[in-house]
Every structure is written in structure tokens, then in C-alpha cells.
């Protein structure tokens, strides 16, 4: 795999106006706040050796680096899944790659449907901590001999969303009027909506927020060293006794909350040190 990080730089590096700090992983919907950037290169996921071009409506599939908010910043528009076909090392391969590239925070966003009845369509959750089932069933990123290069054996997960940029997530959120949850995120492969009996199931293990994706991610950053922040915009609420969720509202839900949530993500960045 590090050889493969460092083709996948090759082909990135060269193009590049800038140094990459911050990684940004954009989920369904959000794509768009990368065309706020300024001095900005865009490269095609297919350019990139190890990339794949995502196949999910709301996902461009384009790698953009440049300033955004006063921060330097790499921005994956899109991911590819578990579902899709892909292993946990091909779908976290990206977060080895702006590691490589310099970025030491990664701030992950996804689209989640909310278990909790009293929250609405549209909130935004922090991730305070998170229940990877894949991982737990053996569909894990770091299984397999360990490169110490890339980093440790064994992470530690008890803690890894508690930093810096919790209270700074926090004043920003206030600043603006926006209603933060905060929350445990549960990561299921997909690509079924749940059950009325899932659900029920992960409320018991005190998930508040569902989705299939951004679990292997923060592990493969936490490998690498990085400084989490990871937010759910609930598309959908997934309550045993609710409407089934579709695909379609998710993309609606995202579209509304995006100035909103951009908003959010902005403040973020132009705090950061």
C-alpha cells in the first residue's frame, strides 16, 4: 500500500498550487462548497492511481485542493463505498493519500438517517464516538500485516474525537444559530435501508444516527495521526414506526441544509490555527 500511496502523490503533487493542511471528505450533496475555493486545482478521481469514480447521485468524484476560509485545503467530492463492491482498503485509500499529501485534520461529513424522534430532518450532528459493525464482522481497513510507516499496530479509538476543535465546533455552531447535535454514529455496509428490527437494535446499542460510510475513514486517519472532526446531516428521519427513507429525500434533505451546513464548515476552518 505505500507504494501505492506514493503513485497515487505522483500523479496529485505536480499539479499542485499548494500544500494541503486540512482534508475534507464531502458527502451526499455537499460537493458544492469546494467551489468556493480559491487558487484551486481539480483532478479527476480517474487521473489518480487507486481512485475510483463513485456511482452514487450526489457524488462528483473530483479531488480539489486549494484555500478555503483562509485554510489550505484538499477536498474529496465524493466517495466511493463498502457497497459498491470496494474493500474497507480501497474505500479509506483516499485518507491515506491526503495524509501522504500533508493534511494532519481530516473533517468527514456524510449523510445519516436520525434514530432519535426528537430531532429533525436537517440537523446536523457532531460524531462524539462511533459503532463500526462492518469493522466488528471482520470488514475492517487495517486488517492484514500492519505497515508501522503508515502507522500503529493497535489504535486507540476511547477518545479519538475528543480535541481542540470540539469547543471550537461548538462556539462556531452557537455564533451562527445552528442547533448542534451530538452523537454516536453507527456505520452499516448497505446498501438496504434498515429495518424496522435494525433500527430498534441500534437504538439498544445507543446509536442516535445511521449511515453507510465515514467509520472506516476516521479509523484509517486515526492510523495515520490525524485530528478527527466528523459531522452527520440527518437526511431522513429512521424510526421503526416512520415512513421508509429513500434515496431521492436524502439528496433533498442535503440541498436545503447545505448553506447551513457550508456555513458551519467555513466558521471551522477560518478559526482554525
Not at 458527502?27 to 452514487?56: C, N, Q, W
Not at 427513507?245 to 434533505?253: K, L, M, P, R, T
Request: aromatic fraction near 6%; charged fraction near 20%.
Amino acid at each position: 500500500m505505500y507504494n501505492d500511496i506514493e503513485q497515487a502523490c505522483a500523479a496529485i503533487v505536480p499539479r499542485l498550487r499548494l500544500s494541503p493542511r486540512v482534508g475534507l471528505i464531502l458527502g451526499s450533496g455537499l460537493s458544492a462548497l469546494a467551489d468556493e475555493m480559491t487558487d484551486a486545482v481539480v483532478i479527476p478521481y480517474r487521473d489518480i492511481p487507486g481512485f475510483h469514480e463513485p456511482k452514487v447521485v450526489g457524488h462528483r468524484g473530483e479531488l480539489a485542493i486549494g484555500m478555503l476560509a483562509g485554510q489550505p485545503v484538499a477536498a474529496m467530492r465524493g466517495r466511493f463505498h463498502f457497497y459498491e463492491g470496494y474493500s474497507m482498503q480501497e474505500v479509506t485509500f483516499p485518507v491515506r493519500v491526503l495524509r501522504a499529501l500533508g493534511c494532519e485534520t481530516l473533517i468527514v461529513t456524510n449523510a445519516a438517517g436520525g434514530l432519535r424522534p426528537d430531532w429533525q430532518v436537517g440537523d446536523i450532528m457532531r460524531i462524539s464516538d462511533q459503532i463500526f459493525l462492518p469493522g466488528m464482522a471482520g470488514h475492517h481497513p487495517l486488517r492484514g500485516p500492519n505497515d508501522e510507516r503508515l502507522g500503529p499496530r493497535f489504535p486507540a479509538m476511547v477518545g479519538a474525537f475528543d480535541n481542540d476543535l470540539v469547543p471550537l465546533t461548538r462556539a462556531v455552531a452557537a455564533d451562527l444559530g445552528i442547533t448542534l447535535r451530538e452523537g454516536v454514529y453507527c456505520m452499516l455496509s448497505g446498501p438496504h435501508f434498515e429495518s424496522a428490527a435494525e433500527l430498534r437494535m441500534l437504538r439498544t446499542l445507543g446509536a442516535d444516527a445511521v449511515g453507510m460510510s465515514t467509520a472506516p475513514e476516521i479509523i484509517v486517519a486515526i492510523h495515520g495521526g490525524m485530528r478527527v472532526l466528523g459531522f452527520s446531516l440527518i437526511t431522513n428521519l429512521a424510526l421503526p414506526d416512520g415512513p421508509p427513507a429513500n434515496h431521492e429525500e436524502v439528496i433533498e434533505a442535503g440541498e436545503a441544509a447545505k448553506p447551513k451546513f457550508a456555513a458551519l464548515l467555513r466558521g471551522i476552518l477560518a478559526r482554525m490555527e
